[in-house]
């Protein structure tokens, strides 16, 4: 794909500077500008608003050792387990070592977590821990709680501007490595500039977008991991797509953004339950319904596909009408909207795409293969995560190394630089406009879905590459002028790494499970 999405001279465009540019405004990039000296100018582009990010919308908790009786041991084994040998030890013993620290810091933020009678942090557990560890706001609102506050505080740094509404397209570098992006002002015009910085942190959330079924918003088209690509960046383990097993089934889930159940509810006793009222999970793992995520979507779908319906449940009766609506209020709240009587009735719910483990590859700095060009959130590949994210572990992978990625600009600034031109990219071959993008879109999302889902076959892996190709040469070389045009591009780049990644990885493992055709 070609090096730049939008075909101009860009010499032509208007140039601002900063310090550091934090390309998303979730948890990470929030975090990452909050640890930044405060006589840096930093700047924070986000596409949306803070209310639109993967953060935000982040259910479950944060995990960390803070319980008497968990230990750092035990935080890492699980995630090396879950991980299904692929994880980085050195990154998971970090996570886990310097987790805790991070959660002191949120509470003297004032981050409103959950806390018990006697004034201690409520802990909870999910699917793959052997411990109590996940902490949560609101009951199940942590992503929510936690962006908003770190937000306002942003908001109120006179060092930090955020600008909404503002669309990266592309990053720019030379031999010394990044110095600039291009963005759009995302408004009718199409708007362009270039942002000046030395220091740029990625953190623009996932690729949930890619397919039909997803918690994720409907920005999240892994345009920081293609861009990032498209600037030299290494990119590992894409076909790494973790899909949650329980997501809400209404009549109109397909065509939405899916509504995830928390895994947090079978940590407080649900229990999956066919239409006959079984409770499979039972000997197929050792912890049964708190199997890590990619074990229990696999049991789930073969559940459905032996009984032949397009759903299970979520019994969740053993708990009281009281504690559910206090530990799950947004849960309680969207089930009784769709007319489930929880917790009476069982919850429907079946797997949808939810995490990308890969992305673009770092150091323990956060560091990309591109000098002064960092990434943190799920846009990135720390080797936390392996091959099946465990549960929790992801905003906690946010703050940890948001946080190491500011620590490491402090210690190894670098001032913005100008080359004498930047590059020209007008007399690139430049054909038509694509037509009927939206169109297109869906096409690809029904591709990557029936392809590169949580069980795939090598002829389906094989097509899946094959038809992303054809998709990728239609528009070689077009005129590319809109967000939407942007979106589409992005989309077409990752889905071609996620099948690129999938047809050269061989065998299953993790989230990337393959059966023989």
């Known amino acids: 794909m070609d090096r730049f999405i939008f075909k101009t001279d860009y010499n032509e465009l208007p140039v601002e500077k900063a310090d550091v540019l934090i390309i998303g405004s979730g948890i990470a990039g929030l975090y990452a500008a909050l640890h930044l000296d405060p006589s840096m100018k930093v700047t924070v582009i986000t596409k949306a608003t803070i209310e639109k990010s993967n953060s935000w919308l982040a259910q479950g908790g944060i995990a960390s050792v803070i319980a008497p009786d968990d230990i750092y041991e035990s935080h890492i084994e699980d995630t090396l387990v879950a991980g299904a040998g692929l994880c980085d030890e050195k990154a998971v013993k970090l996570l886990v070592e310097e987790g805790p620290k991070d959660i002191r810091e949120l509470c003297e933020l004032s981050v409103p977590f959950d806390h018990n009678a006697e004034g201690e942090l409520m802990i909870t557990r999910e699917g793959g821990h052997s411990h109590r560890r996940i902490v949560h706001?609101?009951?199940?609102?942590?992503?929510?709680?936690?962006?908003?506050?770190?937000?306002?505080?942003?908001?109120?740094?006179?060092?930090?501007?955020?600008?909404?509404?503002?669309?990266?397209?592309?990053?720019?570098?030379?031999?010394d490595g990044v110095y600039g992006a291009v963005v759009s002002d995302g408004d009718d015009e199409g708007k362009m500039r270039?942002?000046?910085?030395?220091?740029?942190?990625?953190?623009?959330?996932?690729?949930?977008?890619l397919y039909t079924t997803t918690t994720n918003p409907d920005g999240a088209v892994g345009d920081g991991i293609a861009a990032a690509k498209r600037a030299g960046a290494d990119i590992f383990g894409m076909e790494l797509v973790q899909f949650h097993p329980t997501t809400l089934v209404s009549d109109n889930w397909v065509s939405k953004r899916a509504f995830l159940i928390s895994e947090a509810v079978r940590g407080e006793g649900g229990i999956l339950r066919n239409s006959h009222g079984e409770a499979f999970m039972q000997g197929k793992h050792p912890r049964a319904d708190l199997a890590p995520r990619d074990i229990v979507t696999r049991e789930i779908i073969k559940e459905m596909d032996?009984?032949?319906e397009d759903r299970v449940f979520l019994d969740v009766s053993s708990m009281s009408e009281e504690f559910f609506s206090k530990r799950f209020p947004t849960i309680y709240e969207e089930c009784k909207k769709r007319g489930v009587d929880v917790p009476k009735a069982w919850i429907p719910v079946r797997p949808s795409q939810h995490y990308l483990m890969g992305g673009i590859k770092t150091d323990l700095d956060a560091m990309s293969t591109v000098n002064g060009l960092y990434a943190c959130g799920e846009c990135?590949?720390?080797?936390?995560?392996g091959a099946n994210r465990l549960a929790s572990n992801s905003m906690l992978e946010c703050l940890v190394f948001g946080r190491r990625a500011a620590e490491h600009i402090k210690a190894n600034f670098k001032?913005?630089?100008?080359?004498e031109r930047f590059p020209d990219n007008s007399t690139a071959k430049c054909g038509t406009e694509i037509k009927n993008i939206s169109e297109k879109i869906s096409v690809l999302r029904d591709i990557v879905t029936k392809y590169a889902g949580p069980v795939r076959t090598p002829s389906g892996m094989a097509k899946?590459?094959?038809?992303?190709?054809?998709?990728?040469?239609?528009?070689?070389?077009?005129?590319?002028?809109?967000?939407?045009?942007?979106k589409y591009y992005n989309m077409l780049s990752c889905a071609k790494m996620i099948f690129d990644g999938a047809v050269a990885r061989k065998e299953s493992i993790g989230a990337h499970y393959v059966v023989e055709d």
Do not use: W
């Open 306 to 308: 032996r009984i032949g």
């Open 464 to 486: 899946g590459q094959e038809t992303v190709n054809k998709l990728i040469e239609e528009v070689a070389n077009s005129d590319i002028r809109t967000e939407l045009g942007f």
């Open 194 to 209: 270039i942002i000046l910085s030395s220091n740029i942190i990625v953190a623009t959330g996932g690729v949930g977008y």
């Open 415 to 419: 001032p913005i630089r100008r080359p």
């Open 137 to 175: 706001c609101g009951g199940d609102a942590t992503g929510r709680e936690t962006t908003r506050r770190l937000g306002e505080i942003a908001l109120e740094r006179k060092n930090i501007t955020i600008l909404f509404n503002t669309y990266m397209t592309d990053f720019l570098t030379d031999e």
């Open 380 to 385: 990135s590949s720390t080797g936390v995560h």
